[in-house]
């Protein structure tokens, strides 16, 4: 007899193939009382084209199933569609994550009705520069017609569109100005092939010179400092506002390339107090000011961000390192103390510059048999692991990040654990991260295979906390992990890294094809991290850099003396580098207070990165 899991895969194929009478004959035979129901009504509602009452049947009788939630947004489009707006928003108001279609839809409606906080919401989303489904334009022909957005707002997306590289999005925003203000047809371009030319035939239409400052800021990627001297000679026939924005741009793509002359031109932007054209503007700003030692112009540089940006983590704990340098100690350990209570890099940091405390952490939740024996009895985990066992990983992930929805701590906790025994390493991770005062270290941070990492880890003379800290960002721990690039198994190689590691051990081309398997793809991974931090000035930030994002770029950003490590961090042009480099240090001091020993602050495991060296040739 066939089993459920067989049947199940085989009704599934039925459905997608559109095969009705081979998917019933085939769905009669799973047991009433399975966990995979839901699937097979969803099934059937979907290839049949089930009217709104049907599915609103399934959506009560399956209420906390993803499958649920799909047909809420279904419906909920619908409903929008048909313009029956009651009916949309009791499906809305069930929706955990609604599409952008739908949040458009939502603003508008609330906007009609007069809510204040509509119009906030409506004109943050015009400003965001980003491309926007078709449902966002009613409400943005509202807001227009209510005189909350005008001609400079459609400017002002027009060049955040330019800026952001959403090219499309700027053809229509151009489109939408009156004729005899756009910007000519070849615009966009001419910005790309003769940006030069463009800057220098200033026209009286503004969209025309956005096309120029965009044509400018492509070349200040290249080159700050050309483009900074065909700015000098042609500015000032411009308006002072795109003058200070053209210096600005030219500041950020020179602060992004670590040359000391940014400063310079951001001061032409801006003065220090004052707010630059974009965040992106603001926070190399105050990163340019880092490397710089300006410890003044890092202050009044956060100052002077917006305040949704200032309050975030990493400005938080610059300006309080600004105000201690400053010598004004009170402020800046008010600012350290509040941060030091979030457990992640910035917290770490905030913490070590405070004075000593008596008191210690609170002790971890320690997950009870009676807290596994129901995380085990919730239908939605339960029908997760079946999935996964199944081999269907996107229906397992679903269902198991629904059914954390609305958890305690301790039952996250209890889930965690769950998934740890059943060898689900990231979604043990991931949940154990979710609790917000009881929390359990060990979860968060698992180490499986530990024999095989400590091992690999001692014979590569490497710290083993900081392997665990390097896998847990780059693969949670999921063997089998591939990556859209191609990376993969625990330490995530790429396939040309295993074949130069390969002939580097003197190994069988066979066993470089075998980086799935946890043993090889960690002996390999611990052996380049090895080489990287060899070759990298034994500098564990630089090495740690450099795995993500290559050697030569690690090198290329290391400045002409000697850096703090935080402040080479910070100031990483990549930002998902750069946030890799803080995740996997904060993760190494995590573990390392998990397998004990000698601890070490962050802040010294930071260290100080070395000056570049300076190539010299042989002298003849």
Known sequence: MASVESDFKAARE?????????FERLARRIPEDSLLQPYLHYWRLKAHGAAADELQAFIATYPDSPLADRLRIELAGLYALAENWPAFRLQYREIHSPPQELVCHEIHLRLREGDPRATQEGLELWRSGRELPASCDALFDSLFEQGRLGMEDRYQRLRLALDNGYLDLARAMNAQLPEAERMQDNALAMAQRHGDELIRAVSDRRAQREAALYALSLFARLDPEGAAQIWHA??????????????????????????????????RAAPA???LFSALQAQWRVRAALRAGNWTEVNQGIQAMPANLR???????????????????????????????????????????LPPRLESRSEPYRVTPDDLRWARSQPGLSRAL????????????EEWNRALRGMTDRQLLAAAELALREGWHDRAIVSASMTRKEHNFDLRYIAPFRDLASAHAQENGLDEAWVYGLIRQESRFVAQAKSRSGAQGLMQIMPATASWIGRKLGLDRRVQTRMHTP?????????????????????????????NAGPGRARRWQADTPLEGAVYVESIPFQETRDYVKKVMANAMFYRN???????????????????????????
């Open 14 to 22: 039925a459905y997608q193939k559109g095969r009705t009478e081979q």
């Open 234 to 267: 042609h500015a000032s026939q411009y308006p002072e506002a795109e003058q200070r924005y053209g210096w600005g741009q030219i500041a950020l793509y020179a602060a992004r390339r670590h040359d000391t002359r940014a400063l310079e031109w951001f001061l």
């Open 273 to 275: 107090h004052a707010p």
């Open 311 to 353: 309050e975030e983590a990493v400005w938080r704990y610059w300006r309080a390192r600004a105000l201690k340098a400053m010598n004004a100690a009170f402020p800046a350990n008010a600012i350290f103390a509040r941060l030091s209570q979030e457990q992640d890099y910035y917290g770490l940091l905030a913490l070590e510059e």
């Open 386 to 397: 079946l999935l996964r066992g199944m081999g269907l990983p996107g229906d397992a992930l």
């Open 519 to 547: 043993d090889t793809n960690l002996r390999f991974g611990t052996y380049y991290l090895r080489h990287a931090y060899d070759s990298l000035e034994q500098s564990p930030v630089l090495a740690t850099a450099g795995y």
């Open 594 to 620: 998990r397998f004990g020993g000698e601890a070490q602050p962050l802040k010294d495991r930071l260290g100080v990165v070395p000056a570049r060296r300076v190539e010299t040739s042989p002298s003849g």
